[in-house]
């Protein structure tokens, strides 16, 4: 087997913070390296919280990953968010499921040796931001008055010879700021 | 203190002439008999003053001449008193016509100055008309009086010359010695009447020849009220030369009361300073009668004529001799006379009476203590006074700074200590080297004191240890404790505490006792009671109860904790909780309170386990009875995963989808109140999933059958490609919802599969129970403290599980499920193809595998 380095990078669009370097990296159990920004910034109120997920095959060989990525009705299937508290415990996650694609349908995104794709959707592609208000509500979570970390999950099970599993983005801080 | 009694009377005449002790009959008698002895004395020294025998001779005898002159005008004969003096004198008638001639010349001679004196004295009367005088400085009679009398004396001494020429010295000789003899005061002639009590005829006429008196109290005869003698030989002269008497009270000499100068002209004497009063001891009070005529003896029992006195107008100058101190005797009673024309004086000096003490104003003293009291008694001052107490422990003193005084009173101080001997002691006290008789004093025991009582209440029907405070109880005291019920029993007793046991019997009945403390004295022999001491001591309470309950408590992280309307409201069923009956006062009595409701037994605590769910009461009875309430919840049985059915919904375009919904939670917190927890309890959870379809540009073979052999053949073999390629040109969306529900049915087993381990899971998540007050908070607590995290983790592993399960054509259950409801149109349209003569192919895969939705091993989880 063909070993697959690809790398997510969480980019937060901000008002107020500009992209930075990438700053940590994690390994999962299959070896793939994941580097992330430092910090992931919502503007708790604002309806675009855009998300920026950067695949880079940082293997020897060329891979393949599900090109999806512009149907964002189908988003949540793929991409999960996660808060995780200071116990380093995910105490919220989007949930994953189930699509149908027909085989003739699935398209493709090759990475070569040292190439990057970034995706880009926003957070409310996940999840709506009323929604996401309410399952924090109801959880007592107070992202505004605490400190968390948040971690993007890819999974995939969909294709033929393109990556089939679970990414997880290493975890960034997460700063929230009230709406102006 | 004794008191010294005398009277005193001021008789004014002319002379002193008694003073009588009443000491006893005897001593009487001897002044008597000394006054006869004593008249000797008194005679021998009249004789020797010429001047006033031959005054009163001459006087005497002109009168006589006169009356014999005028005695052919009367029935009178002068004879008689011419024989007289002619028989008893001697003479021959010569020599009696030559006295009489004399006498009569000096009458006219000293006629003038008779007449001066006369105008002197007439004149300090008319001065002083109600006989008093203004002060006893005033002087009544001038001096001219004195050069008067002189003149008087003169002329009689000038015509006593002539008589004795006339005579001769021979005849003159015998003649004097009659006029010493009889002329003078007799005394051994009157003193010869004594016995007659009443005064003696005069031997010539009526007139104040001369005479004696004793008046003899006639209820005791060893009295002599009253006894006179003198020169008084014509009443005329007395008033002739009477200004007035006056009387002055001395006490150590210094003048201390005067009476007014009285002047009395038609009495012989006058009473000043009778009665009586307290005289002081060791002083000497002095009385003297002042005459303002002439005073020609004064003299007394012992001692005779001591002072003959001129006029007496010079009193105040001190031409007196010392003032004559008479004998102290125990008892006295003194009786003074001062006649007219007379000074005279007495004095008395109040004896000091010995030493004695009467009594003491207290006698019963109590140790620890001072005291001041009062010795009555005579003779309680002078030098080195002292107080003696017999044995030990009592020191006494005489009270500083007291002066003698009259109530013969002495003030001494008493120290008692307290651990003197009790009993009676002997109380002396000296003075001047001499120690008094013994009074007897006591030292008694002290009252017994309490001070405080400890506890001052128990309840009925148990014993209490009590310890008593307080002073003086003595050695095995003993307690009395008032009314029924309580009896004690002394364990340990000292002079000041007590410990006891209070037995209160069941059913005494609830209220105030009154306690005493009886001592039986410091040794415990018996209390010595001296004057308002009590053997018992002053009461204090001892109160008995039966306390009822006040509140209910249960025991919260180790604090006693009122219960609230809340506090108990979600108990964990299974869990334990501690409770505690307050009383309203002191503690329950044994047996008390009894427990009611969910909880039993008797006493202050009980500890109740509730294993029924709902509300529940928890009662303590003592007399009233007091309920809380507490809700337990139901047993912890596992909360099984309800998995609700999808929400499915068609859109037009895209992929269908099948998503899993968050895990719907309820959760409950249970207080485990022993253990201190808020324990987290599901109360409910549910699952689900929604579902979107999209039948995407796929035709619907019943809804648009084929119209064309082509057709037909195309919708079959699109039909069954479905399971192996997901094709869906032609295609029906009930087989698309068939396919969702299949990954519905998977999430399913999924979720279902590990719900069991994360309920027991979130089912052990605890908070400290002190830190929330109610079940909400405890709940947010426990969200937050592992809750949350753990439904994430189940959440997660089942999407993660869910994505083993394949969704790829060929393989896939849900794929499979679709083609099943596809066969169906593959046949309907083949029975069309039939009916039209098409040739159409058959069914592909007539029984793709649906079974065990959950077909992969499930994934390792430990949340």
Partial sequence: MKKIILIATIVATLTLISLSVLSQTSKNEDSLEINTESRLNMVYSNYNIPISIVFENKGDEPTRILNIFDKKRILPIFFSIEIINKNGESIFSTRGGKVEIPRDSMLYIELKKGETHTVTFDLQDLISLEDLKKKLKDNAIDIKNSEYKVAVIYRNQYGDNCFKGKLRSPEVWLDVEESK | ?863
């Fill in chain 2, 1 to 863: 203190m004794q008191r010294r009694i005398f009277s005193v009377g001021i008789i004014g005449v002319i002379f002193l002439l008694s003073v009588v002790a009443l000491a006893s009959p005897t001593s009487v008698f001897n002044s008597v008999f000394k006054t006869q002895s004593i008249s000797d004395k008194i005679l021998a020294n009249q004789k020797n003053d010429d001047k006033t025998i031959y005054f009163i001779l001459f006087h005497h005898l002109a009168l006589i001449k006169e009356k014999s002159d005028k005695s052919h005008l009367t029935d009178e004969s002068p004879f008689d008193y011419l024989e007289s003096y002619k028989t008893q004198a001697k003479l021959d008638d010569v020599q009696t016509q030559f006295l009489f001639q004399t006498a009569e010349d000096w009458a006219k001679e000293f006629k003038p100055i008779e007449e001066k004196i006369n105008a002197i004295v007439k004149q300090s009367r008319n001065k002083y008309p109600k006989g008093e005088l203004e002060s006893a400085n005033d002087q009544p009679l001038s001096n001219d009086l004195t050069v008067l009398w002189e003149e008087k004396d003169k002329t009689v001494l000038k015509y006593k010359e002539i008589l004795q020429n006339t005579l001769g010295e021979e005849q003159f000789a015998n003649f004097n010695k009659f006029a010493v003899d009889k002329i003078a005061p007799n005394v051994d002639y009157n003193i010869l009447n004594q016995n007659n009590a009443t005064p003696s005829s005069p031997p010539i006429g009526s007139g104040c020849y001369g005479y004696s008196l004793y008046d003899v109290d006639s209820n005791n005869p060893a009295i002599i009220r009253n006894m006179e003698t003198g020169t008084v030989l014509f009443c005329s002269m007395v008033d002739y030369y009477d200004p007035g008497i006056q009387s002055f009270l001395f006490k150590d000499d210094v003048l201390i009361s005067s009476l007014p100068r009285r002047i009395c002209t038609n009495c012989s004497y006058s009473y000043d300073f009778t009665g009586q009063f307290n005289g002081e001891s060791e002083k000497t009070y002095k009385i003297r009668g002042d005459h303002w005529v002439r005073a020609y003896y004064y003299y007394n029992t012992s001692q005779g004529p001591v002072f003959v006195d001129g006029y007496g107008l010079n009193f105040y100058q001190g031409n007196y001799p010392p003032p004559y101190g008479f004998t102290n005797y125990p008892t006295g009673y003194y009786y003074y006379n001062v006649y007219k024309a007379a000074s005279t004086q007495i004095s008395y000096r109040v004896p000091k009476p010995a030493l004695h003490l009467d009594s003491v104003d207290r006698t019963g003293f109590s140790p620890s203590d001072t005291y001041t009291t009062t010795l009555r008694g005579t003779g309680l001052f002078g030098n080195n006074q002292s107080i003696q107490v017999s044995g030990s422990g009592v020191t006494a003193r005489v009270k500083p700074n007291q002066t003698p005084n009259t109530t013969e009173t002495l003030q001494i101080e008493l120290d008692i200590t307290q651990d003197t001997q009790r009993g009676e002691r002997q109380l002396t006290l000296s003075v001047n080297g001499m120690t008094s008789n013994a009074l007897t004093i006591t030292i008694g025991d002290n009252d017994p004191t309490v001070s405080d009582i400890t506890p001052p209440e128990g309840n009925e029907g148990e014993n209490v240890n009590v310890e008593i405070l307080g002073s003086n109880f003595g050695l095995n005291p003993q307690i009395r404790i008032s009314g029924t019920g309580v009896q004690a029993t002394i364990l340990t007793a000292t002079q000041s505490r007590i410990t006891a046991v209070f037995s209160i019997a069941n059913g005494a009945i609830q209220g105030m006792r009154d306690v005493t403390i009886t001592s039986r004295g410091y040794g415990g022999t018996g209390f010595i009671t001296v004057q308002g001491s009590s053997d018992t001591s002053e009461v204090m309470s001892f109160e008995v109860i039966a306390p009822i309950v006040a509140k209910i408590q249960f025991k919260k992280n180790g604090v006693w904790t009122d219960v609230s309307s809340s506090s108990l409201s979600s108990i964990c069923n299974g869990s334990s909780v501690e409770f505690k009956a307050i009383p309203n006062r002191g503690s329950f009595a044994s047996g008390k309170p009894v427990w009611g409701g969910s909880a039993s037994g008797t006493g202050a605590t009980t500890t109740v386990t509730f294993n029924n769910s709902g509300s529940q009461i928890i009662s303590a009875t003592s007399g009233n009875t007091i309920s809380v309430n507490a809700t337990v919840g139901q047993s912890n049985n596992a909360t099984v995963l309800e998995w609700l059915p999808p929400t499915i919904i068609t859109v037009p375009t895209g992929n269908s989808t099948t998503t899993t919904k968050d895990t719907e939670m309820q959760y409950e917190a249970c207080a485990d109140i022993q253990n201190n927890t808020w324990n987290l309890r599901v109360k409910s959870a549910k699952a689900g999933t929604s579902i979107e379809l999209s039948l995407e540009n796929g035709r619907d073979p019943d809804v648009n059958p084929p119209t064309t052999s082509i057709q037909a053949s195309d919708a079959v073999r699109e039909l069954n490609a479905y399971f192996d390629f997901g094709t869906r040109r032609w295609h029906k969306l009930s087989a698309t919802e068939a396919h969702e529900r299949m990954h519905d049915s998977e999430a399913k087993c999924t979720n279902e599969h590990y719900w069991g381990q994360t309920e027991t899971t979130l089912e052990r998540l605890t908070v400290p129970f002190t830190n929330y007050s109610n079940a909400n908070d405890a709940i947010t607590a426990l969200k937050l403290n592992g809750a949350n995290a753990k439904i994430t983790a189940f959440q997660i592993i089942n999407v993660d599980y869910e994505t083993t399960l394949s969704d790829e054509p060929g393989v896939s259950r849900a794929y499979a499920a679709g083609q099943i409801v596809l066969n169906g149109a593959i046949e309907r349209v083949r029975t069309l193809a039939a009916s039209r003569g098409w040739r159409v192919g058959s069914i592909l895969h007539p029984n793709p595998n649906v079974s065990q939705p959950c077909y992969q091993p499930f994934l390792p989880y430990n949340p």
